[in-house]
Every structure is written in C-alpha cells, then in structure tokens.
C-alpha cells in the first residue's frame, strides 16, 4: 500500500443526500449546518463541540479510515460519497491538524497544518491496523478547515456505484460546476 503521507489528497464522506446544499453553498463547519443528514456519532459530536470543533470542517488522510467504516456500519440504508481535496490547497490555507483521535485519551491539541503533519505518527497510521486502538487512533487523524469549503475547491468526488455517479452528474450540471466525478466502489467500505 501507498505511503499515507505522501499522498495528495483529504477526504470527507457524507450521505449524498448532503449534496444539494454543499453544490449550492459549500461544505460547512457543523456549527452553520441545519437540516442536514448527520451520521456521526453524537457522543463524540458532543467532545467536539466542547472543544470548539464544530467550528471546523473535517477531513481524513485516507479513504476506508475507522470513521468511514463505522459510519457505513450504523447506516447501511445511507448512500455514501467522498469529497476529496489536495492537501497543498490545506497547507496554503493553514488548516488545523488533530494528529490522533478525540477519544485516544491523550492531551489533543490542535496544530497548524505544518506542526501537524510532523506530529502525525504516520508509521502507525500505514499499517491501518484497526484491532489495535493506538493505531485505530492515529489513523483518525484530521485535518480541520476553519472556512466553509467552497465546492471550487474540491479536486473531486467518489462515488460508489455508476447509479450514484448520475445522481452526482445530475447535480453537477444543475448547479454548472466544475469538479470531477470518479466511480470507484474501492474508495468505499463494504462495496
């Protein structure tokens, strides 16, 4: 597998259903969302937001990550798509960078994008052992736009199936956006 570090790009998934108004005014920090399709868990939504996170928009280092598979787990009626952005476009904007899971239990300080990426343990995260709860955690690492992502600034989407992919195409071209759509079920847990 690929060194997870060197690769270009961040991910976010989210039910499709979330689409219409990330097409229409961008993907939103938690705390400007409202009737949305909110698949996290709320128990960690609430460590997130007393931590001020909601206020940031998050994205993984990997597809395929524990996030992604528990999310596919508990809504398997859901259907699912990647966001992905390049991760230079992270680094000129100076996102954050949380270099392990909130619930690790170590002391979780949030780092600027530069600080960040020396902290993760990469090592740990390429061997994507999820049995093992350190490496579990550190492959939950996140990188934090402090702004609304504007759909321009998406490199592309993933999608699962080709079903999916006209669903995504359709909006595309009502709402007259540039942005590449890839159907490739291997971005996805569980296809």
């Known amino acids: 597998m690929a060194d997870i570090r060197t690769q270009q790009f961040l991910y976010h998934l989210t039910d499709i259903n979330n689409l219409r108004s990330i097409f229409a005014e961008g993907l939103k920090p938690r705390s400007l969302l409202h009737d949305f399709s909110d698949?996290?868990?709320?128990?960690i939504i609430s460590l997130r937001r007393t931590r001020k996170l909601?206020?940031?928009?998050?994205?993984?280092?990997?597809a395929r990550n524990p996030f992604d598979g528990r999310v596919s787990i508990n809504n398997r009626d859901k259907v699912f798509v990647l966001i992905t952005v390049h991760r230079?476009?992270?680094?000129?904007?100076n996102w954050r960078i949380i270099p392990r899971h909130l619930l690790s239990g170590s002391h979780i300080t949030l780092?600027?994008?530069?600080e960040g990426m020396a902290e993760i343990d990469w090592n740990t995260?390429?061997?994507?052992?999820?049995?093992?709860?350190?490496?579990?955690?550190?492959?939950?690492?996140?990188?934090?736009?402090p702004d609304i992502v504007s759909v321009n600034d998406f490199h592309s989407i993933y999608v699962p199936d080709s079903k999916t992919e006209k669903i995504v195409l359709a909006l595309k071209q009502e709402y007259k956006l540039n942005v590449f759509i890839?159907?490739?079920?291997?971005m996805f847990l569980g296809t």
């Open 182 to 186: 890839n159907n490739n079920s291997h």
């Open 54 to 62: 909601e206020q940031y928009v998050p994205f993984h280092f990997f």
């Open 125 to 145: 995260m390429n061997r994507r052992a999820y049995d093992d709860d350190e490496c579990k955690c550190v492959c939950m690492a996140e990188c934090l736009s």
């Open 111 to 114: 780092l600027n994008y530069d």
């Open 88 to 93: 230079n476009h992270a680094q000129v904007n």
């Open 39 to 43: 698949v996290a868990d709320p128990d």
